[in-house]
């Protein structure tokens, strides 16, 4: 077997481990929004024909944003099988230098890439001579590619450019040179050393002991907190084009968001349970119970604060905070009722806003 047959035979693999153990969790979603899958691929497809039309510049800017980070956020979570990271120390065993190495991870994240191939797709259909008029379609395709590698290498790097360009969005800049500065800053930031964060606490109390899992699983908290913006970003989107449809997104976006940040509950839940003789034998655990709940919901709060802020307030999306406690508990207590309580309640939100 050669080395490149190894690696395609290894990412199959925890391909089929990642779907296995994800598995449940994709058919409580798909369970939920089945009827709005397609209507979210022909938002994807209509995104990239807000870039390509380039009738609005900010607008463009914001939905070529949005993908850099959608992309960001779904190849993060391939990144650990496209590298083979629990078998990356053997890889030189098999070579004599990294150049191979560095083709196969380069392939693999390209194949992974999803929304690459929908651009390729739309630039195919469209022809050489649309194309032609739309030259920005093709740097957009290029920081798509760039992106994609520089995360398999310099995953911090990607961060700090996506900051970057998020704050070039306050100029008014054509969307090719809102492209060109994305990939500038990206190179920019690649040669940043990587910052790593570690937490000793000197005294073992509950707040530390939460502390230290957010650290811990600092990716987990920016991965919910990642999805929920791009959630509120695309329906700031949405609302800047048809703004009198934001009262019908506003408490979708808050629910989907209390959804993300109760399923964290689970796994928290499950931390704590983990190490409950413990806390029982100091008596802190009913404290480490409370502050597990309390410390989500200021999560949830920040997100939702976000989501205000961005969008509007009404009645619906403060009643979207209110019943936060209720999936909260929900999870911690009866996790595997956690997807008919939501659903529940977010089926009685919306229908109280219809009859009212």
């Known amino acids: 077997m050669s080395y490149f047959q190894y690696r395609v035979y290894a990412y199959r693999y925890a391909l089929r481990e990642l779907a296995r153990q994800v598995q449940q969790f994709v058919l409580m979603l798909s369970t939920l929004f089945y009827v709005f899958l397609p209507g979210l691929v ?85 022809g050489g001579d649309k194309v032609a008029r739309a030259p920005h379609l093709i740097v957009f395709i290029v920081t798509q590619v760039s992106f994609a590698i520089a995360l398999l290498y310099r995953a911090q790097g990607v961060v700090y450019a996506l900051i970057f360009a998020l704050m070039l969005l306050l100029f008014e800049l ?16 690649c040669f940043i050393k990587p910052v790593n964060f570690s937490y000793h606490p000197q005294k073992v109390n509950v707040w530390a002991f939460w502390l230290l899992y957010g650290i811990t699983n600092a990716w987990s908290l920016a991965w919910r907190f990642s999805i929920s913006f791009l959630f509120i970003w695309g329906a700031a989107i949405v609302g800047y084009e048809r703004p009198e449809l934001l009262h019908w997104y506003s408490p979708a976006v ?81 996790p595997k009722l956690l997807a008919a309580c939501w659903g529940l309640l977010a089926v009685a939100l919306y229908l109280v806003k219809v009859l009212l």
């Open 42 to 126: 022909g938002a994807l497809f209509f995104g990239l024909g807000r870039i390509v039309e380039n009738n609005s510049t900010l607008a463009a800017n914001k939905v070529a944003w949005g993908y850099i980070l959608l992309q960001t956020l779904t190849l993060t979570v391939l990144r650990p099988i496209v590298l083979d990271s629990s078998h990356r120390s053997f890889h030189l065993s098999l070579l004599r230098g990294t150049q191979k190495q560095r083709i196969a991870d380069i392939t693999l994240v390209l194949w992974s890439h999803v929304l690459l191939w929908m651009s390729l797709i739309l630039v195919i259909s469209m």
């Open 174 to 189: 054509s969307t090719t040179v809102f492209l060109v500065g994305m990939n500038m800053s990206l190179l920019l930031a």
């Open 254 to 334: 808050a629910l989907i968001a209390l959804l993300l940040w109760g399923t964290l509950c689970l796994k928290t839940a499950k931390y704590l349970k983990e190490h409950r003789l413990f806390w029982l034998s100091i008596q802190q655990y009913g404290k480490a119970n409370i502050i597990q709940h309390f410390l989500i919901l200021c999560l949830y709060l920040l997100t939702w604060l976000i989501c205000v802020m961005l969008l509007n307030l009404d009645l619906y999306v403060l009643m979207a905070l209110l019943i936060a406690p209720v999936i909260s508990w929900c999870a911690a207590s009866k």
